[in-house]
């Protein structure tokens, strides 16, 4: 599941890159016991949110330079930002992600208003 669904969610990424979108990273580490959990975490989200970026890092594996914010396993980034250490609650993550979607989409009208 690993390395073919980051690269999967990678080259979704770049087919996303014109317009914005939500993205949503979780490191993980193969030593970490709650990390399980992120991969539950990460299924939900998928099923709940199919329109957000999800990538899964698992540092135990990567090459790619790690964000400074990202010090402990699970780390859940938001559009970039520290969003949970450790796995956030489901209503958390429901709340946040509907959150960043109604803001996505308010930039997307207000952007599509000003090309008009």
């Not at 990678?10 to 992120?38: F, M």
């Not at 790619?64 to 914010?69: D, L, S």
Request: net charge negative.
């Amino acid at each position: 599941m690993g390395a073919n669904m980051v690269n999967a969610n990678r080259s979704g990424l770049q087919e996303q890159q014109e317009k914005p979108s939500v993205r949503v990273e979780i490191y993980v580490a193969d030593h970490c016991q709650n990390c399980q959990h992120a991969y539950v975490v990460a299924e939900m989200i998928r099923q709940e949110f199919p329109q957000v970026n999800l990538e899964i890092v698992n540092l135990s594996q990567t090459t790619e330079g790690i964000p400074e914010v990202v010090f402990a396993t699970p780390t859940y980034l938001l559009n970039g930002q520290l969003w949970s250490l450790g796995n956030p609650s489901v209503t958390d993550m429901q709340v946040r992600l509907t959150e960043a979607l109604q803001r996505q989409n308010e930039l997307a009208e207000h952007e599509q208003r000003e090309n008009e």
